[in-house]
């Protein structure tokens, strides 16, 4: 690779997961998260394990637009959409930090956490696109859910 171009990349890019800031345990076993991006902001990723199957919920934006007013995000409103890097990272982070494989066990992702999925949908397919990759981490289609609580009402109008 050119020189040139690695140091535009150094430059235009970051490559590596969120850092750990805190992780909170259950006595279930669920795992919650506050992971801390490159530029310093934080969003959350919860594993809910189970007997036959694994489901990591991951986030969408650092904060969210949409007020409702079941949600402590949106309190925040909203800071900035995730990279789709950074949604894949949340899935990257959390199955490092818990040794799933996907060979091993069924893992689920759902797009619940922070932010509202729909409103950052190119990023959204283009995770969701890396994450089902046989290169990739080989998730099956079925595995992924990003259901629209905030906007669904808003769809009628």
Same mark, same amino acid.
């Given at each position: 690779?050119?020189?040139?171009? =690695?140091?535009? *990349?150094?430059?235009?890019?970051? /490559?590596? *997961?969120?850092?750990?800031?805190?992780?909170?345990?259950?006595?279930?076993? #669920?795992? =919650?998260? *506050?992971?801390?991006?490159?530029?310093?902001? #934080? &969003?959350?990723?919860?594993?809910?394990?189970? @007997? %036959?199957?694994?489901?990591?919920? &991951?986030?969408t934006?650092?904060?969210?637009? /949409?007020?409702?007013?079941?949600?402590?995000? %949106? !309190?925040?409103?909203? @800071?900035?959409? *995730? #990279?789709?890097?950074?949604?894949v990272?949340?899935?990257?982070?959390? %199955?490092?930090?818990?040794?799933? /494989?996907?060979?091993?066990?069924? &893992?689920? &992702? /759902?797009?619940?956490?922070?932010? @509202?999925?729909?409103?950052?949908?190119?990023?959204? !397919?283009?995770? #969701? =696109?890396?994450?089902?990759?046989? %290169?990739?981490?080989?998730?099956?289609?079925?595995?992924?859910?990003?259901?629209?609580?905030?906007?669904?009402p808003?769809? =009628?109008?």
């Amino acid at each position: 690779m050119p020189a040139a171009l =690695r140091r535009e *990349l150094g430059e235009r890019c970051t /490559v590596g *997961l969120p850092q750990l800031d805190r992780r909170f345990e259950s006595i279930d076993g #669920t795992r =919650r998260y *506050l992971l801390r991006l490159s530029d310093g902001r #934080t &969003i959350e990723a919860v594993l809910m394990p189970e @007997e %036959a199957r694994d489901t990591i919920c &991951i986030s969408t934006q650092v904060g969210c637009p /949409v007020d409702c007013k079941f949600c402590m995000t %949106a !309190l925040m409103g909203l @800071e900035r959409n *995730l #990279t789709a890097g950074e949604i894949v990272g949340q899935v990257l982070y959390v %199955a490092k930090d818990n040794g799933l /494989v996907q060979a091993d066990r069924r &893992i689920n &992702i /759902v797009m619940m956490g922070m932010g @509202e999925p729909l409103l950052n949908l190119a990023n959204v !397919l283009k995770a #969701t =696109r890396l994450l089902l990759d046989p %290169a990739g981490m080989a998730l099956s289609p079925g595995a992924s859910r990003s259901p629209p609580p905030g906007l669904s009402p808003r769809w =009628r109008n």
